[in-house]
């Protein structure tokens, strides 16, 4: 056991190399998309709507499409009023508030950790983002429900309460609701990609490491 | 190695760019993509080739443009336009004294839906009703002529025609009704915050007689503050009853919340169901109140009258099968349309099998009444029947038309409309009996289905062939607003005429030889005997004085086909259209001097810029 703590010290011990930071470099600039590109996309379509209705949620507001004669968004919002469902709000979202400074924040950080050359530093960097990535998405995942669950019961049309899809499809009255993540969301999936490859380029410097030890 | 490890690395990120591009960030686009062969099948099977006729006519209300539109099937093609509740200078409707007179005085109306005239429950192609929800109107069309003849109302205590014109198997009756309720008689105050007690509805039967097709108020039964929505006569076993829907039977206002949450706050409305035989046994009972002049029932003092069946949240569309024993209600809030059994409606009655009671009309037990609930889909309207035993319900949520079986009550085709439908029309589809073949979904919304013409766009009808089991578009035609309901009647059902005979025509003021052209005075008044035929207008000139009244009696000598003449005077806001063998009269006041040409209008022959003429006003 005692070996396997050594082992992992050591590890975290480890400095890392230049192609290493260079790609640290690389996450931190293909994280700047995250704020012109939507996250995550939701899209309704019927009869009625055989282009969809688009949804686009960036990490800092809320878009619906538009073209010249629609916008998505209030569109969605005057159906949605039929089931009692409370209005898309842009200020409902406190995830708008915080999302753009923690990427921020995690950019810092990233350029810190390629500053430093830590594999302690990166590996923290990587274990905050995935958190940071599951806790945006169950925050995502939560409003989502309340928005399905807390129906006007006066509403003239009465659904069973629902919880729309995160990903993937699931059909709403007339609609099927397709809800996949966008750009965005590719570009910060590079990030712990990105680092891990990092943590693998440095893997010659471990064994040195590991050889002197 | 590592190499390797970048390369995968970037295939996956790229493979992720490539699963969302792929995806177009949601499902298939579904709707136009057909093969070629379902194309050629549907252009074939919706051809008229030039020349050649359609099958049926489709006669469809025109809503707020006031009018009657009439198309052929297959091809869909518009081939007229009737006016009715509108000024049409197309063919000078509401502007000559006769029809000025039946308009009286209101430019629109509201026109909704249409029945042609019917004996032993099916078309006799006699005339077509049809009923103004604007200003409480009903209007008869000569099917002979294709004109209209008679305009009756506003109609006393109704308020709001909507669920109207539908004729009883033998059309003893056009039914009628209040759509929105307020206080009677009209010209009543009452505050709104009494509508549940205060304000009152009505449904009404509108007579009608047998040999000349005139209309009168024959009954009207006193309704609580519901909103009477849709309707439809009986047939067969249930003839002698009226069904109609109503919603709001919450009697809700605008007042505490919107009025679209508060009148759609119960599970159930009611399918109201009028027995006229008995209510013309009440009336000759002496059982009535006298409300502006009309016999009006209050249900309370007349048993037997009206009852009330429970039905799914704020129905839309009623509509009886052709045998008579089901009437089909949709709620259009649900996904189901019921479907009430006539006998078992009967037995209830009979039993007393009561669940409560509305301003002293029995509510019958639901359980008792119902056969079925039909699953059809997303906010179901109206049904239509065909030949073969099914029924089809248009979905507006859904835009779709839903085909289900009567009696074993499943559901065994749908089809995809554009989009958002709310009436539909069958061939001969709500008669005794149905062709089966054509439908038409009546859509609300048509974009990106036409060249786009700005923001107001028309309605789309689309052409649905029906004869095999499953249903396939065949055509979609547009139209101008808007269409609510349409009936399709089969072509040689209806033998119109083309010229009005010379024999024919009694009016008196008539003249048919250029001799007796003339222009007679009587002190301020000026009368025109005026003849109209290829290519003059006799008398050539009027002389009149400022101030003089001129009456213009206008004969169309031909008794040609297609030979019409028109009348249209400069700067006085004059057009009158005579048919051939047609006499219309003209009134204006000559109230400004000048020289001002009169001229045919309606094109007719190749000297058609010489038939003109001078009105002379002398200061």
New interface residues.
Partial sequence: MQKYIDKLNQFLETPIDLRSRVLILVAVVLLLPTYFFPLW?M?L????F???L?LKIYSFKLEGGKSA?RDDLREINTLNHYIGMRELHEDDFTEFKWIPFVVGGVMLLALRVAVLGKMSALVDLVVLFCYFGLFSLWSFYHKLYLYGHELDP????KVAPFTPPIIG?HTL??F?V?S????GT?FM??LP??LV?AM??SRQSWRKVQAVG | MRVKFLMMAGVAILAGFALHAGCGGGGEQRGRAGVRSDVQEAALKSYVAPGDLDEYYVFKSGGHSGQVYIYGIPSMRHIATIPVFTPYPATGYGFDKESKEMLGGFTWGDAHHPAISETNGDYDGRWLFISDNANNRMARVDLRDFKTKQILGPLPNVSGNHCSSFVTENTEYVLAGSRFSIPLPKGTYESAEDYATKFKGVVAGIAVDKNTGEMALGWEVLMPPFNYDLGDAGKGPSADWGFWTCYNSERATGLTDKFEVSSAQKDRDYVIAVNWKNAEKAIADGKFKTLAGVKVIDPKDAEGVVYLLPAAKSPHGVDVSPDGNYIIASGKLQSITTAFNFEKMLTAIQNRDFTGQEDGIPVLNYDAVKDAEVNVGLGPLHTQFDDKGFAYTSLFVESAVAKWRLGTWEVVDKIPISYNIGHLTAAEGDTKSPDGKYLIALNKLSHGRHLSVGPSQPEASQLIDISGEKMSLLYDAFTEPEPHYAQIIKADKLNPIEVYPKEENKNPHAIWDVKDARVERNGKNVEVYMIAVRSSMTPWQIEVNKGDKVTVYLTNIEQTTDELHGFGLNEYNINVVVDPGETKTIEFVADKTGVYPFYCTNFCSALHQEMQGYLLVKG
């Fill in positions: 996309r899209t379509y019927s009869n009625q055989p282009e969809g688009v004669y006066t509403a003239a049309v499809h009255a007339n099927e397709y996949l993540p966008d750009v590719y999936i590079c990609v990105l490859a693998w380029l």
